[in-house]
């Protein structure tokens, strides 16, 4: 395996007291695979991105229980000189906002042959070089004659295809995608993820995925981990989540994606808002949103089970929920 990620717990201490971003997640993605990490804002799914990374804002912020293995090694016990050798090189992310993440004062062509010349040791001249070939890589027009253009000179998805060409610059086995199109128009957001996907495939990369939208995922994902309040409350290969949800909060996101066969309807949402992590709810933490919500769930946490074959879910009434389903709204 790639990379597993067990019983992780990540904590915030505030001034109103401690927010638990992360509860006791498990996840794990191989070589060559897809993992999507599915949920609102606020789920959890960018932070346990960034406690793999080792980039955790420490303090507010802290791991409090867990292991992090990339290919059997614990990350949690290596030191931070040790872990900044396999960010970049051996495992990379790429950020929701190209235009913050990138340097509005260097050159793209500096900012990615920076990366050879840190980690490659090559010299500026040869490391220019290959930061064109990166951005032919990523399909960058005319790369000759913008690599030294700057990052304000590139329109948002040209700017995400750089992202991308950092990320992959040194060839990792693991990439980190967190929301890579936000803000894009779907037809851009489309060319970003067939990318993606055309250079995992060409690099037998595991792939990381994060994000709140469904339909992003369809056709990219192998498996959906779908997180809410700090938990994964569902995982299952892509198709059978697609097919019957396991968990009344998955269910209520496929239903939530617009459809071209409801025309002038109106748009189906889930109730309420996802709670705060610092008063987490007792018992099941979607229970206040929940329309199948009974007694047991404002008492008891519901256990990640399992949910017939290579699937999962944290809900005492799964069954019901899969067995009831009819299909996206």
């Not at 505030?14 to 993992?35: C, I, M, P, W």
């Not at 996907?197 to 469904?214: C, F, K, P, Y």
């Amino acid at each position: 395996m790639l990379l597993e990620v067990r019983d992780l717990h990540v904590e915030f201490k505030t001034r109103d007291g401690v927010a638990k971003a992360v509860n006791g997640v498990d996840y794990s993605v191989d070589e060559g695979e897809t993992l999507a990490v599915l949920g609102e804002s606020g789920s959890g799914k960018s932070v346990t991105a960034q406690a793999v990374m080792g980039i955790l804002d420490t303090p507010p912020g802290r791991i409090a229980g867990g292991e992090i293995l990339f290919k059997g090694q614990d990350l949690l016990k290596m030191k931070e000189e040790e872990r900044r050798k396999i960010r970049g090189a051996e495992m990379a992310m790429i950020f929701q906002d190209a235009l913050s993440s990138l340097n509005p004062v260097l050159s793209v062509g500096a900012q990615l042959g920076e990366m050879y010349e840190v980690h490659r040791g090559m010299s500026r001249k040869d490391a220019k070089a290959k930061a064109v070939e990166l951005m032919d890589r990523v399909k960058i027009p005319a790369a000759k004659e913008r690599v030294g253009d700057y990052p304000h000179q590139f329109s948002g998805g040209m700017r995400q295809r750089i992202m991308i060409a950092m990320a992959m610059a040194l060839e990792p086995s693991l990439i980190i995608a967190d929301e890579p199109t936000t803000a894009l128009d779907v037809t851009v957001q489309a060319q970003v993820m067939d990318l993606l996907a055309e250079l995992q495939r060409e690099l037998n990369m595991g792939l990381i995925l994060i994000t709140h939208d469904l339909g992003v995922v369809a056709d990219v994902a192998d498996k959906i981990a779908v997180m809410y309040a700090g938990r994964i409350v569902e995982s299952a290969p892509v198709h059978e989540i697609y097919a019957a949800p396991a968990h009344p909060y998955t269910r209520g996101l496929l239903d939530s994606i617009p459809r071209l066969d409801q025309k002038g309807q109106e748009l189906y949402a889930i109730k309420g808002l996802p709670p705060n992590l610092l008063a987490i709810p007792p018992g099941c933490a979607f229970n206040p949103r929940c329309p199948m919500a009974r007694a047991v769930c404002r008492t008891d946490v519901p256990p990640l089970a399992e949910a017939g074959a290579e699937r999962a879910s944290a809900c005492f009434f799964w069954k019901e929920c899969l067995g009831g389903y009819q299909g996206v709204r």
